[in-house]
Nanobody, 119 residues
């Protein structure tokens, strides 16, 4: 099992930047597929970005491509989401998630961190 704790959320003006962190417990963090999701008020949770365990390949939602960057530091058991050029529509609760393999769903979720972008 793995436990996930997000941090780094907050209030920022449009055009600004934030970096979210997700600290994971467990000795096998490097083997987990990691992802970031978000949920805005009144909307369903949506995929934001993912990073593979095997080769570090990344994937992004079209809405954040070119603005957000996902990365991981296996030595620190941490995955990051660097968010630049933030827009009011990026306002949401951001969740970190882990999957045991690329063929399995995201099973482990953090508690979420609020990101609010003011116009």
């Amino acid at each position: 099992q793995v436990q996930l704790v997000e941090s780094g959320g907050g209030l920022v003006q449009a055009g600004g930047s934030l970096r979210l962190s997700c600290a994971a417990s467990g000795r096998t963090f490097s083997s987990y597929e990691m992802g970031w999701f978000r949920q805005a008020p009144g909307k369903e949770r949506e995929f934001v970005a993912a990073i593979r365990a095997s080769d570090g390949r990344t994937d992004y939602a079209d809405s954040v491509k070119g603005r957000f960057t996902i990365s991981r530091d296996n030595a620190k058991n941490t995955v990051y989401l660097q968010m630049n050029s933030l827009k009011p529509e990026d306002t949401a609760v951001y969740y970190c998630a882990a999957a045991e393999s690329i063929t399995r769903p995201y099973t482990y979720w953090g508690q979420g961190t609020q990101v609010t972008v003011s116009s």
